[in-house]
């Protein structure tokens, strides 16, 4: 499995989308999902099957994209990454299945 340092070394930029994502999470208010979706788009373009020019053919790969979806999506609604995960409240966020599902790449805008 891919690990969130891993795919850092090999797209360092994915540390400013952390950094971004992080900074999006309001403990106090619900979450902008609007910021969300432009991480997404920003996620898109670096890592998964839509990456463009990925610098590391692993860089492309759906186990990838997961891995940076999923780090990511902690950052933005939790406020810190996976790998310091709380215990979650019954439904407070979604489950692992969810996640996976949710985190299937975009398809691209035209």
């Not at 610098?55 to 990511?72: E, I």
């Not at 933005?76 to 790449?105: A, V, W």
Request: aromatic share 10%; hydrophobic share 35%; net charge neutral.
């Amino acid at each position: 499995m891919t690990t969130w340092q891993t795919l850092c070394r090999l797209q360092p930029a994915l540390r400013q989308l952390e950094r971004d994502a992080l900074a999006a999470h309001d403990p106090s208010g619900p979450p902008d999902w609007q910021a969300w979706e432009a991480l997404k788009q920003r996620l898109s373009r670096l890592v998964g099957w839509w990456a463009i020019h990925p610098h590391d053919a692993q860089l492309s790969t759906n186990d990838a994209w997961k891995t940076a979806y999923t780090h990511l999506f902690f950052c933005f609604e939790i406020g810190h990454g996976p790998d310091r995960q709380p215990k979650r409240p019954p439904g407070g966020l979604p489950s692992l299945g969810e996640l996976e599902r949710l985190s299937q790449p975009m398809l691209p805008l035209t």
